[in-house]
């Protein structure tokens, strides 16, 4: 699977309106790859500890380059950007996610639902418990 067609399937298991912000989105794809990249064909990106730990600027370029296509949704909340599919988007992305064997399907649908429902401080504080070396350059103190 291609770094376009992991993103496009990651964000459509989050459901076919879901949005996601900068740090979900890292985290999101910095978990594929850490945990999943055997069964997603990756690793992806290239994850290194920054202001509020795993971070690659491939993650936001990539989703540039599918909202250019019409297939990502890129939006200005003032505070920061919010990402998600357009609909045309959402159903590639959700025949790519089809496309994976039941286990890697599974993996990234609950990765997806999982970012998506803590606050900032618990998704950044859980990714510091788990990977403590990409807290090495942090700023939050949560």
């Not at 989050?14 to 910095?30: D, R």
């Not at 599919?85 to 994976?100: D, N, R, W």
């Amino acid at each position: 699977m291609e770094r376009d067609e992991i993103i496009l399937a990651a964000l459509a298991a989050g459901g076919e309106n879901a949005t996601f912000t900068p740090v979900q989105v890292q985290k999101l794809f910095f978990l594929l790859d850490r945990e999943a990249a055997h069964l997603v064909d990756g690793p992806h990106f290239n994850f290194a500890p920054y202001d509020y730990g795993p971070f690659d600027r491939n993650v936001y370029d990539g989703l540039d380059a599918l909202a250019r296509q019409n297939l990502a949704r890129v939006e200005n909340t003032g505070r920061y950007r919010v990402y998600g599919l357009s609909q045309a988007g959402f159903q590639q992305g959700a025949a790519k996610l089809g496309e994976l064997p039941e286990a890697a399907r599974n993996y990234v649908a609950n990765v997806a639902q999982w970012v998506r429902q803590l606050s900032f401080e618990q998704l950044v504080a859980s990714i510091y418990n788990r990977y403590p070396e990409m807290k090495a350059n942090s700023v939050f103190r949560g």
